[in-house]
T-cell receptor, first 117, second 117 residues
Framework: KQEVTQIPAALSVPEGENLVLNCSFTDSAIYNLQWFRQDPGKGLTSLLLIQSSQREQTSGRLNASLDKSSGRSTLYIAASQPGDSATYLCAVKTSGAGGTSYGKLTFGQGTILTVHP | ETGVTQTPRHLVMGMTNKKSLKCEQHLGHNAMYWYKQSAKKPLELMFVYNFKEQTENNSVPSRFSPECPNSSHLFLHLHTLQPEDSALYLC????????????????FGPGTRLTVT
């Protein structure tokens, strides 16, 4: 059974700092990995999706890397801003029972990020 | 603004009530999902529908009954719930889940905050 762990559980940094969020997963047989952002009481916004064949993806100040063999991903946020404050979720997509692929995402518990002015 | 909408956004119900959650996607997708997000727990996949057919029931109690009349609409019918069922219920959609095209991103709605009293 796939398990996803995110470290740290919470992070508080001053504005302008570069930071790294970590995600690890137990089963390396994944199709892709997604990083999401969730604001309090809101749904999830997809930030980056990395296919299993890729090593990294970049979007603006965000960079996500994937090391499938070691079961790790990192989300790097450059020059953090107060507007980046949110919960960041990592999710991996794995195959279903009987070898049938389907859209099952297994989520980590998230990292609560606070960027203070 | 997300292409996945959910109503109601907030719901308070007693344990003997019957209510329904509604999800609608305007993205032309064929797969839809229900997730449960409880406090301090990772998102849990509940149900998956692909082209209106249920492809996953993640051992969800029968007091939760999903319905997918077409690829754009998904319902979650609730009856005789327990206080521990209080959570944020998130709906998501993706282009599909089956075949080799397994890399499609899931797009999430804003969620319904359910409180069972």
């Amino acid at each position: 059974k796939q398990e996803v762990t995110q470290i740290p559980a919470a992070l508080s940094v001053p504005e302008g700092e570069n930071l790294v969020l970590n995600c690890s997963f137990t089963d390396s047989a994944i199709y892709n990995l997604q990083w999401f952002r969730q604001d309090p009481g809101k749904g999830l916004t997809s930030l980056l999706l990395i296919q299993s064949s890729q090593r990294e993806q970049t979007s603006g100040r965000l960079n996500a890397s994937l090391d499938k063999s070691s079961g790790r991903s990192t989300l790097y946020i450059a020059a953090s801003q107060p507007g980046d404050s949110a919960t960041y979720l990592c999710a991996v997509k794995t195959s279903g029972a009987g070898g049938t692929s389907y859209g099952k995402l297994t989520f980590g518990q998230g990292t609560i990020l606070t960027v203070h002015p | 603004e997300t292409g996945v909408t959910q109503t109601p956004r907030h719901l308070v119900m007693g344990m003997t009530n019957k209510k329904s959650l509604k999800c609608e996607q305007h993205l032309g997708h064929n797969a839809m999902y229900w997730y449960k997000q409880s406090a301090k727990k990772p998102l849990e996949l509940m149900f998956v529908y692909n082209f209106k057919e249920q492809t996953e029931n993640n051992s969800v109690p029968s007091r939760f009954s999903p319905e997918c009349p077409n690829s754009s609409h998904l319902f979650l019918h609730l009856h005789t719930l327990q206080p521990e069922d209080s959570a944020l219920y998130l709906c998501a959609s993706s282009l599909r889940t089956s075949g080799n095209l397994n890399s499609y991103e899931q797009y999430f709605g804003p969620g319904t905050r359910l409180t069972v009293t």
